[in-house]
């Protein structure tokens, strides 16, 4: 199968046909669980992973102190590094707006009115109408203010999607074939070998950003380039020797690097 992102609002069964999607073709259904255990197998830690969800900077900040930069770099290398072998669900996290530049990727909005996402809210979780109707107006809010903050993007910009559905006439199993469907289009059949080049080294510059955030290293301190495959360009500036040091063993030791090339200067007294 190609690369496929579906996402939609809590309560429009995006889940549900992403689900169905991944039955059908047998293909790695990436959700948010399984997101996290892939976060983790390229050494990432758990505790790190913690609330894995589209969550704006203010929800960082206040349940669990985190850099948001940060968090979004965690987030992107992860869907990058999913997204290399050209095969796969993605649900949500962003991944329309991370892989809206290579075309091999079909990505999926799933809508529905108000009153279906409140219906169905209420049966999955147990909820009266108005409790069901504030988590809808809540979560949307924040996946929202997360597009905005992350990307500087509309959420509900349609330019972002190729195929938009609503279950809520079709069903689930009606939305799912469309997908099927849509992916039968050689266009989307398999990526080239280009852009599955691309997605590894932004996998790779992604877990590099994420290495040295979280080494306490500002990123108005340095740039980070991936010119090829396990190549990693490193220029900025570092406030001594030894600060310079730190930020390319930092680099030396993300899985995946081969070589660094330092263009790291150090800062006079008084600063630049």
Known sequence: MALLTISGGMG?????VARFVADKTKGPLYDDQKL???AIKLGLRSQELKGFDEKAPGFFDSLRGYNPELYIDLMESVIYEVSRSGNGIILGHGSQLLLRDFGCALHVLILASEDYRIKQVMANHGLSEKAAEKMIAKS???RRGFMRFAFKMDLDDMSLYDLVINPEKLGIEGAGRLILEALEVQAVKECSLTALETMERMALLKKVQAALLKEHFG???????VPEKGVVHLFGFAVNQ???SQMIAAVKKVTGVSKVKDEIGILPPGGY
């Not at 429009?12 to 549900?16: E, L, P, Y």
């Not at 990123?219 to 380039?225: C, G, R």
């Open 36 to 38: 996290q255990v892939e």
């Open 140 to 142: 949307d809010s924040e």
């Open 219 to 225: 990123s108005a301190q340095f740039n980070v380039d």
């Open 242 to 244: 030894e600060k310079k």
């Open 12 to 16: 429009c069964g995006a889940d549900k």
